[in-house]
């Protein structure tokens, strides 16, 4: 079954090749999941896909979120695991740089400048503070004078720590990320979980950048904490350098004076070393070495004793990053160990504070793992169940409708078998799409279908096959089944004065005309052309339009010309065209034509109205065509009848005596002539439903307008009448015209019966004419099988009730006309069993009709919809 089963079998059969969605139409569309071609950017994405790219990422993460940490947790000494950190470190490094390479060969739109490209920027450049030899702390004594601030150290090991916090929950959503390329499955959910895995994956990577960024703010906040910021420090190391200057000065006093060799020595310095010793007791850091503060010092080539040094005397740090070198701020006295640049100072062994700093910022990993993991859970917990639950139902039934479709339009493509061998050539010529590019053109393709669905038929062959021969007739011969028209358009013309009103003599009285039960054929013709100049000059239309832009003798002999073109049919016939007239008066009344249609618009409707079957000669243009008549071959078999009328009309027009727009303008004439052509082309049966889509079309549209406007019919809603009726105003001058012409069952039942029965006489004349020539007959032109009364319940199911409905969604002041017409078809139900004797199936399949009319009708009910509006259930 052309591209949609040649897709199905390769899935089937377990080919090599596998697709992510199948064709659904002849100009069959397969996607391939993966190709043979080893390009460079599959092989990147295949590279990324591995499990073994994934699990050295994952080691690769841990290591750099907790290996150096986990070195000063364990103290372990700078030699030798300085050097097997910085080259672990080192190749991570090379891991992420190339990490974000192939990432950006392989999500060439998506990934560059993305909120995880960012998050991976930052977290491979972070990783040069974990390198000794670059900006990393580790062998290196921490000194705050010389301006390696430890805050900032863990300041840019905290924006590490974010950074690399978005990749860790890669693990959580592996699965949708990253897929292999090779088989992929046909069900449409494979897309919609990967696109939803893709929103999760940018949700989640801004909650990992948020938190990157409030773990810095934290952490910077810290820069007051022990050790680096302890004031302490620098006093200690002042009261040394004090005290020992002290004394230095005291026993350098002493010596002087002595006039023995002895060294002379004091406990003034040594008191202080043990009270810095004691203050330092219970802190995680203290001092165990001082530097320059000598014991044994020389004065005048004489010595002298200042203990009090070997007192902090403790083991060195295994990791130099572990020792705090405090400076005394400056010399108070020249001495080995600080004179000129050198200066003393006091060594702090912080490791047992670097050990908790690093347990700390373990925990606080940890902690932003689990709460960034619980967010990109819940994330994809709620895409899941708000787009990727739904979607997938959608392409389900997307692929559903696919099905139905290709059946629809297969007929539509020539080219079938070339257009498949086009693209299988395509499928192993083009790369590989990602999930965004497929969906993206499988709607595209979704819409190219439905546009090429709404162009078809609405009752299809299945449909057809299950129709009594009434209503098939219905299809087959009034609405031309399976022919297709251009449509056109125009804008409104110029609007004119109105002027005042004047009586004529008519046969009836001015009410009966206004009414849908005014009875033309008891009429003789000049009556019947009273009629139509009592509604073009002396209707509340005619004063306000007609009467201004029309010269009355001038139309007097134009309609006389007319009703002589006209032939006597039982049908097609002058009465006819003074019936559509006197409909399309009612109609325009109804909808408010003078709030929304030109002067022009409305006399040229209703001129059109009146010649809309000028010369017809009582034979369908089926029959015309099928008899090569001299209309059919002048037109091209395209609407003959319509057509030919409309160059009657004109062809009247081009006698000055009989011209009825000879006081139009240049451009009023532009536009009525317009509206004549649109309007009578638009009678033809074979453009029904092309109306009753476009119709239905504005309708969805603006279907809050159009409800609006339902909730106070009788006063046109202002945004209603600027979107719903202003910008299509061509399409309801059709819309009115037609359902005039087709409006005998709006009317009472009386008059449908009289209208009807002509209607039939018609068809079966051409009936009998068709059996002489031999050819055809039509469906609802043998008398000898069709049923009178049967024959209006396919009009009325088929025809006139999907018009009906479409214009009363949108006009809801013609809501009566729908609730006569339901009414109308039970008539003809109750006639068509008495005179028919039909068979209980048939019956019943009727009434189902009958059913579903009546119920689309009281739906339209606009008293209903204001009850339901109110809150009155009992009429739902």
Known sequence: DGGYTRAMAKVDHGCERSYALVDCGPASYAYPASSHRRTWRSSAKRVLASVVFRS?????????????????????????????????????????????????????????????????????????????????????????????????????????????????????????????????????????????????????????????????????????????????????????????????????????????????????????????????????????????????????????????????????????????????????????GCEGHERASVYFDCTAAARYDAATDAIVVLFIILCVGLSVWDISCNINRMVVAPLEKMLKTAHTMAAVLNQAIKHKNSKGEETERENEADDNDEPEEDEAELLERVFKKMAALTHLFVEQNVIDDARMRDLDAESKGVIVEMMQYARREVRKSTAKGNVFLRGPSALMDLPVRPEEIQSWGLNL???????????????????????????????????????????????????????????????????????????????????????????????????????????????????????????????????????????????????????????????????????????????????????????????????????????VIGKNTMLWIKVILHTADVSNPLKSFEMNKLWAMRVVDEFFAQGDEEKKLGIPVGMLNDRDKVSRSGAEHGFINFLLSPLVISVVQVFPTLYPRAVQMASNMVDWHQHWMRDSQPSDEDVKKREADIEKVRGQVNELDPTRRLRLTAGDTSVA
């Open 56 to 336: 050295t990422g994952i080691a690769c993460l841990v290591v750099a979120l907790f290996g150096g940490g986990l070195c000063v947790l364990l103290d372990l000494p700078d030699d030798p695991w300085n050097s097997v950190v910085d080259a672990v470190m080192l190749l991570v490094l090379l891991f992420f740089v190339a990490e974000l390479i192939l990432r950006l060969i392989v999500e060439v739109k998506e990934y560059p400048l993305s909120s995880l490209f960012w998050l991976d920027v930052l977290g491979t450049a972070s990783m040069v503070f974990e390198i000794s030899y670059l900006l990393g702390t580790a062998g290196k004594i921490n000194s705050p004078d010389a301006g390696a601030d430890a805050v900032m150290v863990r300041a840019a090991r905290a924006a590490r720590v974010g950074a690399r916090v978005g990749r860790l929950s890669m693990p959580l959503r592996i699965p949708a990320i990253v897929y292999a390329g090779g088989r992929t499955s046909p069900d449409s959910g494979l897309s919609a979980r990967i696109l939803g895995a893709r929103v999760t994956l940018v949700l989640s990577s801004k909650v990992a950048l948020l938190v990157s960024a409030v773990v810095l703010g934290v952490l910077v906040s810290t820069m007051g904490q022990y050790p680096d910021g302890d004031q302490s420090l620098k006093w200690t190391t002042r009261k040394l350098e004090a005290d020992y200057a002290r004394a230095y000065h005291w026993v350098s006093n002493r010596t002087a004076a002595a006039h023995h060799d002895s060294a002379i020595s004091t406990t003034l310095f040594e008191g202080t070393v043990e009270d810095v010793a004691d203050f330092y007791a219970d802190m995680r850091y203290y001092p165990y070495m001082l530097s320059g503060f000598g014991r044994e010092v020389k004065l005048e080539g004489r010595r002298a004793l200042i203990p009090g040094a070997a007192l902090v005397q403790g083991a060195e740090p295994n990791r130099k990053q572990n020792v705090l070198r405090q400076l005394v701020s400056r010399c108070l006295v020249d001495r080995p």
């Open 521 to 723: 054929l008891s009429m003789r013709p000049p009556d019947q052309q009273k009629v139509v100049e009592y509604v073009m000059f002396d209707s509340s239309v005619g004063l306000s339009s007609g009467r201004h832009l029309l010269d009355q003798e001038c139309f007097r002999v134009f309609a006389e010309s007319v009703r002589l073109c006209y032939y006597d049919n039982p049908y097609h016939s002058f009465a006819h065209a003074c019936d559509v007239v006197g409909s399309c008066f009612r109609l325009l009344t109804q909808v408010q034509c003078e709030e929304w249609l030109s002067d022009v618009e409305i006399v040229a409707l209703l001129v059109s109205a009146l010649c809309h079957d000028i010369g017809h000669p009582g034979k369908t243009n089926p029959f015309l065509v099928e008899t090569g008549n001299e209309l059919a071959l002048r037109y091209n078999d395209k609407s003959p009848l319509e057509n030919m009328h409309c160059a009657r009309l004109f062809e009247i027009c081009s006698d000055a005596k009989t011209n009825v727009f000879s006081k139009f303008d240049r451009a009023g004439y532009k536009q009525a002539r317009a509206v004549c052509i649109e309007g009578i082309l638009f009678t033809d049966n074979a453009r029904h439903f092309d109306l009753v889509k476009d119709i239905k079309k504005v309708h969805e549209t603006y279907s809050d307008l159009c409800e609006v406007q339902m909730s106070s019919p009788e006063s046109l809603n202002p945004q209603y009448l600027q979107d």
